[in-house]
């Protein structure tokens, strides 16, 4: 071989070693890369993880407070109700004599301050009768911090003369009516009922809790005693519960909103997350929770809204697209749910997620001074056609020239994943001025469920996650309505027995919305 062919030799093998190492090289860098890329979605994801556990849990922007709910996860408890003690009667030797047992409870009462009221028969005509005795009766009544025995004292009248004929539509012996109690025979007044269901779902405070402030109070309660209370307060309240259902569903624009009840399952006997819908009347002022056996498919919330007609609004779980394209119903998306998407991946991308939220920004700052101007709904409606269309058209080119450059698992490609699927129901609220921005309200009257979870822990059944949803309802409906709920619960609790009892009553009166305090 001569010099030449050793050298050309020499060329060719060099350049195929440079050949194939370059090839190496571009494989390496393609690892590489795709490393690069891995690394930066697991940094994204220990960025996250970082600042659910150390970092800020408000998502309030600068100079705005749109009010949001953070994300919840700590579970309920409701005490399941045991059966009052029931009235002892022992038989004596003597035959035919029946001897009443004093009645246990009656032993509670004592050492606490006594209330007398006295209730006259009506157009008596007392120079016919004489007073020939009383009847008592006596309920356990509550004022904030002190307990005290009403005893109502209706005097019995009986004719003068044994002769005389007594007054028309009377008997010869006469006495006022007993007022209807809340329960039946029951020793709670409609005060102290009350004052046990705002404890309990207002403020939070479980039931052994609430036994040993009533100790405090010189009431020696058995626990099973004040279950045995509980559930007939429940099935007093339920007919209001169910008008109140009634009555939401017949306004043209809700927020709806879901969130988890852990429930004891009886086979495992151990705590299942079942779920709790939440719906809330904007204009007028009243909500309503809803348990269907812990169900949160679609077909329950096609169930539940099936009489509803007109704006929906809610975040962008895919339950409610059953109502997509339905003519009844028009979807309005949560900018509240979009936004939390791109806070979450501002770590990971830190300028185009600042671009966003400095636009989602604007739009609130919109509402804002709108909401300053106190403008009507029509001219809102003018003044988001002119001020927040542009913005909302800005955003949606933006996601479309952006998701090619960006992978869809990270943060990023996942937010605008989620914006860009709801964007067409996001851009509806700009159909009517009454309509909100986001979800925010119905995610606020969820809230009292989170921090009831935290103190009761679970449901003991579905009998109790029932019990919940009637008084949670009623209590959110009174915060929404504005109403103070201690006096709205305890005049209404007096009054429902009356309107139990006469059917031809509107129970639509007793409702937050319509009620007026009686000061």
Avoid at 2 to 31: C, G, H, K, Y
Avoid at 480 to 509: C, F, H, M
């Amino acid at each position: 071989m001569t010099r030449t062919e050793t050298l050309e030799l020499l060329v060719a093998t060099l350049q195929q070693t440079n050949a194939s190492q370059s090839e190496s090289i571009r494989q390496l860098t393609r690892q590489n890369e795709q490393l690069q890329n891995k690394l930066d979605e697991l940094l994204a994801q220990v960025a996250w993880l970082n600042r659910q556990l150390f970092g800020r849990k408000s998502e309030k922007l600068s100079r705005l407070d749109p009010n949001q709910l953070s994300l919840f996860e700590q579970p309920v408890q409701s005490l399941e109700p045991e059966p009052l003690e029931e009235t002892v009667v022992e038989q004596t030797t003597t035959p035919m004599v029946t001897k009443k047992k004093e009645r246990q409870n009656r032993k509670l009462l004592e050492g606490l301050p006594v209330v007398e009221v006295v209730i006259e028969p009506q157009d008596l005509d007392l120079t016919k009768y004489k007073r020939i005795g009383e009847e008592h009766t006596r309920t356990l009544e509550f004022e904030p911090g002190k307990l005290y025995v009403k005893e109502i004292i209706r005097p019995k009248y009986g004719l003068k003369d044994n002769t005389a004929l007594p007054q028309e539509y009377q008997d010869g012996i006469v006495i006022a009516d007993l007022p209807l109690l809340p329960i039946y025979k029951g020793l709670p007044g409609a005060s102290l009922l009350a004052e046990i269901l705002l404890q309990k779902y207002e403020y939070h405070v479980p039931f052994y809790r609430q036994i040993r402030e009533f100790h405090h109070l010189c009431l020696k309660i058995p626990e099973n005693t004040l279950h045995g209370w509980f559930k007939p307060a429940c099935e007093l309240l339920k007919p209001l519960y169910d008008e109140l259902k009634k009555q939401v569903l017949a306004v043209d624009y809700i927020q709806v909103d879901e969130t988890t009840l852990p429930i004891i399952n009886k086979q495992s006997h151990k705590a299942v997350r079942e779920y709790l819908w939440m719906v809330r009347a904007v204009t007028s002022g009243l909500v309503f929770f809803h348990y269907d056996d812990g169900s949160r498919s679609q077909e329950t919330a096609r169930n539940l809204l099936e009489p509803f007609k007109g704006y929906l609004q809610s975040d962008g779980y895919a339950a409610y697209n059953v109502f997509e394209g339905k003519e009844r119903v028009c979807l309005v998306g949560c900018l509240v749910h979009i936004r939390r998407h791109y806070e979450t991946a501002k770590e990971e991308n830190k300028s185009q997620a600042k671009y966003v939220l400095a636009k989602i920004q604007e739009l609130y700052r919109i509402e804002q001074a709108a909401d300053i101007q106190g403008i009507s709904p029509e001219m809102r409606m003018s003044k988001r056609q002119k001020q927040a269309l542009p913005i909302l058209d800005e955003l949606e080119q933006w996601m479309e020239t952006t998701y090619p450059k960006v992978l869809p698992k990270s943060q990023m490609g996942q937010a605008i994943a989620y914006a860009y699927t709801l964007w067409p129901r996001m851009r509806n609220y700009l159909k009517d001025g009454k309509l909100k921005i986001d979800n925010n309200l119905a995610e606020n009257a969820i809230r009292p469920i989170a921090l009831s979870r935290k103190n009761f822990l679970f449901c003991g059944n579905h009998e109790a996650a029932e019990n919940t949803d009637v008084i949670c309802s009623l209590l959110a409906s009174c915060k929404a309505s504005q109403v103070n709920p201690r006096e709205w619960l305890t005049e209404i609790i007096a009054w429902l027995p009356y309107y139990t009892r006469d059917k031809g009553k509107d129970l639509k009166e007793l409702l937050p919305n319509y009620w007026v305090s009686p000061r």
